[in-house]
């Protein structure tokens, strides 16, 4: 019988950090050119800068990558070298809470004004 645990448990972690590496290698770029070829000055540009749908959507992706590869690397630091079970269930769902409610934050600005709910 095949044991839960032992060796190749950490490999679909693994790749999963390396695919986000290479969306956040490929995403930034694009979106700091973007940026840097607008600077808008005023509100209004600004506005007019993420009114495409397909960079508010390229932003929360990314986002969505950053918080998952962060994700990753914290759950193997903390696995590496906090010992107590009961502090790594903390830093573990402190470190969820964080980075899940950032990206949820960042869709609700990207997409409330889109959807006629901006003030």
């Not at 007019?48 to 990558?65: E, G, K, Q, S």
């Amino acid at each position: 019988m095949k044991s839960t645990t032992g060796s190749h448990t950490g490999t679909g972690t693994w790749l999963v950090q390396r695919a986000t590496a290479v969306v956040l290698a490929l995403a930034l770029p694009l979106l700091a050119t973007y940026f840097l070829a607008a600077l808008p000055l005023d509100s209004a540009g600004w506005q007019a800068l993420f009114a495409p749908p397909w960079l508010r959507v390229l932003m929360l992706l990314t986002a969505a990558a950053l918080a998952l590869h962060a994700w990753v690397g914290v759950r193997d630091i903390c696995m590496d070298y906090v010992h107590p079970a009961g502090l790594r269930l903390a830093l573990y769902l402190a470190a969820i809470a964080m980075l899940a409610g950032s990206v949820a934050w960042l869709a609700v600005i990207l997409f409330d004004a889109a959807l006629g709910r901006a003030a």
